[in-house]
């Protein structure tokens, strides 16, 4: 019986796995190996490691695991069923496993946009954050990917760091009068004719090329397409989910499951490397608390 197993090994489930570690509880990290950022060149906002490339990261905090005892493997969680006392989870090919608690920090992955092109800009000159990668396109030509609110929002956002930016919405760009109207104040063109391709070389993007033949020269591209959870063990242990579809937690990351815990990229909305970090150490420390009030150790 192992006292933690944590699904997932990015910035969160190696946060946590480390901490829980140095509590001298038994923990096993099983990650699948494919990380939300995996096309990313560099992580940025992380203080001491901005700049590095993401894999050389989660390669600095897996080596760190080791001293405390912390198995990791790399190993796709196939199956998740809760008992009265435990959980009981399968791997691919490898034995059955038994936990005390449980640890889901697998993230999600974005819905990307389907143009001819955009998958050999990705990480290269399309984005989808705009703390992450804003810095680096300030004072270019920059283009937004979406429609309705979350469009808009994401185009006045970039105008922080330029003065260059077009909403394309690849058909209606479904706004109000009112959106319409912030749009054209903050001089952010909205072009709403069907894209066709983006026309790039070796993944720079050069331009957008609209079904007409016309061209909107950018140089870079941020899209809001939304996201999904890449597990559905959350959902099928019956955790309840908040309006935007993430796993509803208290703010150290316990879902309403008894023994479940959610953190990073899959439970609050603030998507940044070094929070996800931040809320794995804070899940940590509240499941080690549970294990000492059960233990009787704690007032």
């Known amino acids: 019986m192992i006292d933690v197993i944590v699904i997932g090994g990015g910035p ?60 990791y493997r790399r190993s796709r969680v196939e199956t998740v069923h809760r008992g ?90 479904r706004l109000g009068r009112k959106e319409r109207a912030v749009l054209h104040g903050q001089g952010i063109a909205t072009c709403e004719a069907p894209v066709a391709r983006l026309c790039h070389e070796g993944g720079c993007l050069r331009a957008i090329e609209f079904a007409s033949g016309e061209r909107l020269e950018r140089d870079a591209l941020f899209f809001t397409t939304g996201q999904r959870q890449q597990s559905a063990f959350a959902r099928s242990l019956g955790c309840e989910f908040t309006s935007k579809g993430t796993v509803r937690t208290n703010r150290h990351g316990q879902t309403c499951v008894p023994g479940l815990f959610v953190v990073g990229d899959a439970s609050f909305d603030v998507q940044f490397v070094v929070v996800a970090a931040a ?14 009030d059960e233990a009787g150790q704690r007032l």
């Open 84 to 173: 009265a006392d435990r959980f009981d989870v399968s791997t691919a090919g490898g034995e059955p496993l038994s936990c005390r608690k449980l640890l889901i920090a697998t993230g999600v992955e974005d819905d990307h946009p389907r143009i001819p092109g955009l998958p050999e800009c990705y990480g290269i000159t399309v984005f989808h954050c705009p703390y992450c990668d804003g810095w680096e396109w300030r004072d270019r030509r920059i283009g937004i990917y979406g429609q309705g609110r979350a469009g808009a929002a994401l185009a006045l956002s970039l105008r922080t760091w330029s003065t260059d930016v077009a909403l394309v919405s690849d058909g209606p760009a």
């Open 279 to 292: 809320e794995g150490a804070k899940a940590a420390v509240a499941i080690n608390r549970q294990f000492q």
């Open 12 to 71: 969160a489930g190696l946060s946590a796995a480390m901490m829980l570690g140095r509590c001298r509880r038994s923990v096993m990290v099983c990650d699948a190996g494919a990380p939300r950022n995996a096309a990313s060149r560099a992580l940025h906002g992380y203080s001491t490691r901005d700049g590095i490339a993401p894999g050389d990261f989660l390669q600095l905090a897996r080596d760190e695991l080791a001293p405390y005892g912390v198995e």
